[in-house]
Antibody, heavy 120, light 110 residues
Framework: QLHLQESGPGLVKPSETLSLTCTVS??????????WDWIRQPPGKGLEWIGS???????YYNPSLKSRVTISVDTSENQFSLKLISVTAADMAVYYC????????????WGQGTLVTVSS | QTVVTQEPSFSVSPGGTITLTCGLN?????????PSWYQQTPGQAPRTLIY???TRSSGVPDRFSGSIIGNKAALTITGAQADDESDYYC??????????FGGGTKVTVL
């Protein structure tokens, strides 16, 4: 059974960089036909797709966040990571990592999510 | 900018049927957008219900069904149960590796 687990600081100061890692267990991140995605949800609000990465390193980003987001993959550690620069209070959210199945383009496995608070 | 619209809220009586919809500001929804649907209860990660328009994810009861109705994607709950009270989100694949979520529909069963 695939398991995804987010990790990283739960508190980030305004203007600084948010960094999170998703560790994948129970399966290889290098499998064909799967993307690895980041999704976030501000408190009391809806879900927002941030971006995704293929194990080869190809990345795809939400146009509204593209200038501030970098997603990377470490196949040796079976992890992928999110960096969001210049954060503001609007970036406070629960951040989820998820696996996206290529042919159906849907999220089939989700992490439990991690809350990141932006505050000085 | 792509905007995906969902009804903000919906109420249904136990045993009743509701159809939630998911539209695109750019035009009609088709299967090529690979509509998918997710259920989320407070404090929990989303759960996959439907993908590729009408395919139920493993373990999802058959009272949940997906379709395209008119120019929108639709999720129908037939015979609603108390534990169907949740938020429901649709997602469209927009091509070039990008996805977009709808704003979500809060379903109340009462």
């Amino acid at each position: 059974q695939l398991h995804l687990q987010e990790s990283g600081p739960g508190l980030v100061k305004p203007s600084e960089t948010l960094s999170l890692t998703c560790t994948v267990s129970g399966g290889s991140i290098s499998r064909n036909n799967y993307y690895w995605d980041w999704i976030r949800q501000p408190p009391g609000k809806g879900l927002e797709w941030i971006g995704s990465i293929y194990y080869s390193g190809n990345t795809y980003y939400n146009p509204s966040l593209k200038s501030r987001v970098t997603i990377s993959v470490d196949t040796s550690e079976n992890q992928f990571s999110l960096k969001l620069i210049s954060v503001t209070a609007a970036d406070m959210a629960v951040y989820y990592c998820a696996r996206r199945e290529y042919s159906g383009n849907y999220f089939d496995y989700w992490g439990q999510g991690t809350l990141v608070t932006v505050s000085s | 900018q792509t905007v995906v619209t969902q009804e903000p809220s919906f109420s249904v009586s136990p045993g009743g049927t509701i159809t939630l919809t998911c539209g695109l500001n750019s035009g009609s929804v088709s299967t090529s957008y690979y509509p998918s649907w997710y259920q989320q209860t407070p404090g929990q990660a989303p759960r996959t219900l439907i993908y590729s328009t009408d395919t139920r994810s493993s373990g999802v009861p058959d009272r949940f069904s997906g379709s395209i109705i008119g120019n929108k994607a639709a999720l129908t709950i037939t015979g609603a149960q108390a534990d169907d009270e949740s938020d429901y989100y649709c997602v469209f694949y927009m091509g070039s590796g990008t996805s977009v979520f709808g704003g979500g529909t809060k379903v109340t069963v009462l």
